[in-house]
């Protein structure tokens, strides 16, 4: 197994990883690439990004790959755009996964744009709100828009073999996983209180404060998640 070199990394720089599931391969078969997921690495070894369970943080030492070609890092080469890429990639944290936004990446759309995410979107955005465009359209792009891009230059040496201990404490439990899943209930239970389509905890303040009725529900929702003594 294969780990990233975290001495190596720097806030701003992008990861393009693959798999061997049926969902990797179906992305990348669609793009015409070897890369089907976009991380942004955000400094002190994590990391952000959009799969499935929404937008959410991680630890860079439980990703693993069973091959180097798995990963690919990219570095911005106007590193003054990484921090407020950063910053924006934290404020979507909590946003909903949507596949058929990501579908619409290669279909196309009229329709307008869902308050959701998925992993080039989020990378592509981040870029965006920091004044960089990245790609053609940060919207609806792929994996392989961002690994096309100008923008970046490829890092080499970041890919090393992961040692026993490693590979333990990637395998071990996930504390990270599990503040994940109480921030997705909580976006859940306030979006049934609010009536909402809310999306992330900073837009959950800003109704909470115009709309003081409902912040004892709120209240008692965060409370009542474990998200307090997490």
């Not at 979507?92 to 996964?97: A, N, P, R, V």
């Not at 909470?208 to 307090?228: Q, R």
């Amino acid at each position: 197994m294969y780990i990233l070199n975290m001495d190596n990394l720097q806030e701003g720089d992008v990861l393009l990883t693959s798999e061997k599931s049926i969902t990797s391969k179906g992305v990348r078969g669609a793009t015409l690439s070897g890369f089907s997921h976009a991380i942004l690495y955000v400094g002190d070894g994590s990391y952000i990004h959009s799969d499935s369970n929404g937008v959410h943080s991680a630890n860079i030492q439980r990703l693993l790959f069973d091959k180097q070609s798995r990963v690919k890092v990219l570095r911005p080469k106007k590193q003054t755009a990484a921090t407020k890429a950063s910053l924006y990639a934290r404020s979507e944290i909590g946003k909903g996964y949507s596949v058929k936004e990501a579908v619409r990446t290669k279909v196309g759309t009229k329709k307008k744009k869902e308050n959701k995410q998925f992993c080039s979107r989020l990378v592509a955005e981040a870029f965006e709100h920091a004044g960089e465009k990245i790609v053609e359209n940060p919207s609806y792009c792929a994996p392989n828009d961002i690994n096309k891009s100008s923008f970046f230059e490829e890092v080499s040496a970041v890919v090393r073999e992961a040692k026993e201990a490693e590979m333990a404490f990637a395998r071990s439990f996930n504390p990270i996983q599990r503040q994940a899943e109480i921030t997705n209930s909580i976006l859940s239970k306030a979006r049934h209180i609010t009536k909402t389509n809310i999306q992330t905890l900073e837009e959950l303040t800003l109704y909470v404060t115009s709309n003081p009725t409902c912040a004892d529900s709120i209240v008692d929702v965060y409370e009542k998640s474990g998200y307090l003594t997490m």
